[in-house]
């Protein structure tokens, strides 16, 4: 059950309406806690008040899932990170900024004979080493830099045997031109950030081929 409160509070002259959900006193010390953890600055008082609700209600998610994973519902179980403030629909706008393409692939192979090789039951590449460590994108749509990243890190690997990690800052920075030939690769943000809203790896892709190569990250570091 939810219980809607309002808030009429005098300042100056002016007053100012909330409307705020029940939070749990419970919560608080968490609360506060997740706050430090994460270092969340919020604009004001209701924008925290906002977090609050949306926070509780994914916390409220992880626990009953968790405890259904430990009733053996689920093989997993969630955990608390930095997104736990914000709701699914502005996780969806911000983080999933991959864009499908619209060309039509007019050169494929419609036929291709099998190898007949033995497929193995699972591969974990992480353990043969072709794979980097978690990388966090922040608040940017530039998922689609980190695939790309981590497709050019594992076939470098393969061929060098060399582990490097790749610049998702260098695609998100530089590839400007490529949006004209692909509309959907480039959108300034709002911000001014490079890339924020999505793009495609295609294009990415076709900007180390005509670049020569793509910085290392160590050298040209991820701030989006």
Not at 39 to 58: H, S
Not at 145 to 152: D, V
Request: net charge negative; with cysteine.
């Amino acid at each position: 059950m939810q219980i809607h409160v309002i808030l009429c509070t005098v300042l100056f002259g002016n007053t100012v309406s909330i409307s705020l959900k029940f939070t749990s006193f419970r919560l608080d010390n968490e609360w506060e806690l997740y706050k430090k953890s994460y270092n969340k600055i919020y604009a004001d008082n209701n924008e925290e008040i906002q977090r609050r609700v949306i926070w509780e209600d994914n916390v409220r998610f992880i626990e009953h899932h968790n405890m259904a994973a430990d009733r053996g519902e689920h093989t997993y179980w969630l955990g608390i990170n930095h997104f736990a403030d914000m709701s699914e629909k502005e996780v969806t706008q911000k983080m999933k900024g991959y864009k499908m393409s619209r060309d039509v692939i007019k050169d494929g192979s419609s036929y291709l004979p099998p190898n007949n090789v033995q497929v193995p039951d699972e591969v974990d590449w992480r353990q043969k080493g072709y794979v980097t460590p978690v990388k966090d994108q922040g608040q940017c749509g530039s998922c689609w830099s980190f695939s790309s990243t981590g497709a050019l890190e594992g076939q470098h690997f393969r061929k060098t045997g060399q582990l490097v990690s790749l610049s998702e800052q260098n695609l998100v920075d530089c590839t400007f031109k490529y949006a004209q030939a692909q509309p959907c690769l480039y959108i300034l943000s709002i911000k001014g950030s490079a890339g924020c809203n999505g793009g495609l790896c295609s294009g990415a892709a076709q900007y180390v081929k005509d670049n020569n190569g793509i910085d290392a990250e160590s050298f040209y570091p991820y701030g989006s």
